[in-house]
């Protein structure tokens, strides 16, 4: 009995092991149907959207061709090409029309990409009907009544590429947008050689235009400070400052030949105190001239032209000229009249002095007289240099220091008259004057004037002549018997003029 019982036990257990089998293969079956039925569909989807994608015109398939084409995702915005995504279209299937194996289609599309929206883009797209299929021949754009719509600030680095040209080492400080009012404000550090500070660069938008750069705010930016200092000029020491520009204008009696500098004035231009100092050298001062003992000041124009009138300027009054503008007396009435005439301040003395001077040379007839009267009047060129060129008569008051005055004067005019002109305006006013003059300036010195003139020009003015009329000198006679102004003290004199035009020398 234990055998057959052993037995029954053997069988019992097997039948149960077998069903148990049975049943464990069950799941793996329908796993594996279940993988095959999802893969089946995979492909048939795949088939359906991606193989066959070419025999359907939808929604889809017209926003995938659109986003294909370079010349309705890049669109040229202002002055800069922008980026963009399509991101849907007003397509219908009713809008296909289908003639000759072609079919078009016109749709507005909606593009969008990090700063603009385009709403309403017409387009129409031209397809190849090849065996049921559609094949993408062209996409035209159809029209510019789209609409253009800020979703976000004007791009920082754009703003960038507005003022690197002028600016360097440019570095964010501020990013204001006002999409409401469309308005963005962009604020950058920048830096050059010669400026420092913060630049605002100021868009308004534009429906069709994009983000328009309208202003740049300069009112943050100044010129880097200058500390004064000596630099030796054949042994003498002359003062200097990076802030400070000096440019000796040199007025001689004739436009050739061998001449004389009866105006001297020295336009130095303070970028530390936002101010344009005028000096006049009197052309009588007893002075010392390398190479020919003393003379004259005016006379080291004739003994070596501008150079050597530079030099004995530098070295009798200890400051540092870096560069010269020479013109003659015919020169000087085209330069005025180049400008269009100078307004200036007249008194009735002088109103009569330009008369008689006029009257006297038989230019009346050509130049016309000024009415004598107390104001403003404008004077042409030859006008001008009369006035320039008054020192009094047997009529009329004056002596050399009045004189001296009213150039200064008439300069501090071209300035005011100036002080709205654009770097386009001063640019072009230069390319005229230059022929009139002789100069030291190189074209860049030329070029960074002008591209800083509506700075200067908004600097305030001041004057001074040296010697001045009260004080510091005293009249005498050269050896030849002329007559001169004889400086009391060299060293006060220098100090003085060189406090006027280096303000931090009185810290």
């Not at 069950?26 to 594996?32: A, D, F, M, R």
């Not at 066959?52 to 929604?59: F, G, M, P, R, T």
Request: aromatic share 10%.
């Amino acid at each position: 009995m234990s055998g057959k019982h052993s037995a029954n036990a053997f069988a019992g257990d097997h039948g149960t092991n077998h069903k148990e089998k049975t049943k464990n293969k069950k799941p793996l079956i329908i796993t594996i149907i279940a993988v095959v039925v999802v893969a089946a569909f995979a492909v048939g989807v795949y088939y359906l959207f991606f193989q066959n994608s070419d025999k359907v015109l939808d929604a889809k398939r017209i926003i995938k061709d659109l986003s294909g084409e370079k010349s309705v995702t890049t669109q040229e915005i202002g002055k800069y090409q922008q980026t963009f995504e399509v991101k849907e279209t007003d397509f219908k299937a009713e809008k296909v029309k289908e003639e000759n194996n072609t079919a078009t289609v016109a749709v507005n599309a909606v593009l969008e990409g990090e700063i603009y929206k385009i709403t309403d883009y017409p387009v129409s797209l031209e397809y190849k009907i090849e065996e049921g299929e559609y094949k993408l021949k062209s996409i035209t754009n159809t029209g510019d009544d789209w609409l253009l719509c800020a979703i976000n600030g004007f791009s920082q680095e754009l703003a960038k590429k507005d003022i690197e040209k002028d600016y360097k080492q440019i570095e964010l400080a501020d990013h204001k947008t006002d999409l409401e009012n469309g308005k963005d404000i962009i604020t950058f550090k920048v830096g050059t050689d010669v400026l420092t500070g913060k630049i605002s660069c100021i868009y308004k938008f534009d429906n069709k235009d994009g983000w328009v750069l309208k202003k740049t705010d300069k009112s943050k930016l100044a010129f880097k400070k200058g500390k004064t200092h000596t630099v030796d000029v054949d042994g003498v020491k002359c003062y200097t400052n990076s802030a400070v520009k000096n440019i000796i204008l040199l007025g001689t009696d004739a436009d050739t030949g061998a001449r004389r500098s009866d105006s001297m004035i020295l336009v130095s231009i303070d970028s530390n105190n936002k101010e344009i100092k005028f000096s006049s050298f009197m052309r009588d001062t007893y002075v010392a001239i390398d190479g020919y003992g003393s003379d004259k000041l005016n006379a080291a124009f004739a003994y070596g032209g501008a150079k050597l009138a530079v030099k004995t300027i530098e070295k009798n009054y200890g400051i540092k000229i870096d560069n010269y503008i020479t013109t003659g007396f015919s020169n000087f009435k085209h330069i005025v009249d180049a400008l269009g005439g100078v307004d200036i301040e007249l008194d009735e003395d002088e109103c009569g002095y330009i008369n008689w001077q006029l009257g006297k040379n038989g230019q009346t007839a050509t130049y016309g007289q000024v009415t004598v009267k107390n104001g403003v009047q404008k004077l042409n060129g030859q006008q001008a240099l009369w006035f320039c060129r008054d020192r009094g008569s047997e009529v009329y008051s004056g002596d050399d220091f009045t004189r001296t005055s009213r150039q200064r004067r008439m300069l501090t005019g071209l300035v005011k008259a100036y002080k709205n002109s654009t770097v386009a305006d001063v640019v072009k006013l230069t390319e005229v004057l230059i022929k009139y003059v002789d100069t030291d300036l190189t074209k860049s010195d030329l070029a960074y004037l002008a591209k800083y003139s509506p700075q200067f020009f908004d600097y305030k003015t001041s004057e001074r002549c040296n010697p001045e009329r009260e004080s510091g000198w005293s009249a005498g006679t050269s050896p030849v018997g002329a007559w001169i102004i004889s400086i009391s003290d060299w060293k006060d004199t220098r100090k003085q003029i060189a406090e006027y035009i280096y303000s931090d020398l009185k810290k």
